[in-house]
């Protein structure tokens, strides 16, 4: 059965720094592609960073470039997402997913073309 768990969310001031965790069940991490995604209150499911597969290509949003790094340790099963510099406009839940299948059309950034979800970790930036 495939799942994803997000960790290591909280309560942080501004200009502080969390590392996000996504650990992953029942497939094979280094064959996929893994994005991650936040919502805020009364806003759209937005994509934050994106990993692929085998190259372990990254891309992020034009809102976190700079601030934040996505990486993977396949031999964990586990997808990091470090934050570091982080504003109020940083909070949000968020999430990471899988794509459907290993191959075809990178799901990047289109939440719709993704099949998996964890059930999020919650990030508050606030002093």
Request: aromatic share 14%.
């Amino acid at each position: 059965q495939v799942q994803l768990v997000e960790s290591g969310g909280g309560l942080v001031q501004p200009g502080g720094s969390l590392r996000l965790s996504c650990t992953t069940f029942g497939f094979t991490l280094p064959y996929y592609g893994i994005g991650w995604f936040r919502q805020a209150p009364g806003k759209e499911r937005e994509g934050v960073s994106y990993i692929s597969s085998s190259a372990g290509n990254t891309y992020y949003a034009d809102s976190v470039k700079g601030r934040f790094t996505i990486s993977r340790d396949n031999a964990k099963s586990t997808v990091y997402l470090q934050m570091n510099s982080l504003r109020p406009e940083d909070t949000a839940v968020y999430y990471c997913a899988r794509r459907p299948l290993p191959m075809g059309t990178m799901p990047w950034p289109d939440a719709r073309k993704y099949a998996y979800w964890g059930q999020g970790t919650q990030v508050t930036v606030s002093s």
